[in-house]
Nanobody, 112 residues
Framework: QVQLVESGGGLVQPGGSLRLSCAAS????????MYWVRQAPGKGLEWVSR????????DYADSVKGRFTMSRDNAKNTAYLQMNSLKPEDTAVYYC?????WGQGTQVTVSS
């Protein structure tokens, strides 16, 4: 069965960095675009980024453009989200998704 396991979240000060990972299994990882979506406390889901199958094409929400970088390693069936210059408004649960499948999410808290 499809499994997506996010990791790498935590508490970080404003201006800091975190790298999220999404370990995938149960489907041909290299054949699918991968996505990151987040949900801030009390708010709806917000699409963050996506990456194509080869990892050569990425898109980002305006709110994270220039600060976040998505990548993937098809040999490891893993997608990544490098988050730099973090802001308090980046506080959210971050999910990786593919098709209709979602991971359990990883909490990112940006606070001094």
């Amino acid at each position: 069965q499809v499994q997506l396991v996010e990791s790498g979240g935590g508490l970080v000060q404003p201006g800091g960095s975190l790298r999220l990972s999404c370990a995938a299994s149960g489907f041909p990882f290299s054949s699918y675009w991968m996505y990151w979506v987040r949900q801030a406390p009390g708010k709806g889901l917000e699409w963050v980024s996506r990456i194509n199958t080869y990892g050569e094409g990425t898109d980002y929400a305006d709110s994270v453009k220039g600060r976040f970088t998505m990548s993937r390693d098809n040999a490891k069936n893993t997608a990544y989200l490098q988050m730099n210059s973090l802001k308090p408004e980046d506080t959210a649960v971050y999910y990786c998704t593919v098709r209709s499948y979602w991971g359990q999410g990883t909490q990112v808290t940006v606070s001094s």
